[in-house]
């Protein structure tokens, strides 16, 4: 049987660049859409890849001293309902009856 080398930090977190991958997604991803919209005018560098680096400093500073996977919770948190319910609609609330003592 042959030994095989394993990584001895597998509790670290994969990193790219110095982000976290869904960050390098996000930045992909923004970089590539703006190049297919705007990619073919003149103003490439204006419209493209400024606000794709600026999109990148954010995440970068502003991730600073956040937990890990920060973006993917905040993106969940914005998606999901502000108000949550037990009942698909409100019903209109009702007094129940009160029992009436008699006084004999």
């Known amino acids: 049987m042959r030994a095989v080398d394993v990584s001895k930090s597998l509790d670290r977190k994969l990193m790219m660049f110095g982000y976290e991958v869904m960050d390098v997604l996000a930045i992909f991803l923004t970089l590539s ?3 297919l919209l705007f990619g073919q005018s003149g103003m490439t560098l204006l419209l493209v890849w400024i606000p794709t680096i ?3 400093v954010v995440l970068r500073l502003g991730k600073r001293g956040k937990p890990d996977k920060f973006l993917l919770h905040w993106l969940r948190y914005q998606v ?3 108000v ?3 009942f698909p609609e409100p ?3 009702k007094v129940p ?3 009436v003592r008699r006084v004999s």
């Open 33 to 35: 859409v703006l190049n």
């Open 54 to 56: 600026l999109l990148a």
């Open 80 to 82: 999901k309902p502000g």
């Open 84 to 86: 949550y319910s037990a």
């Open 91 to 93: 019903t209109g609330w």
């Open 97 to 99: 009856p009160q029992l």
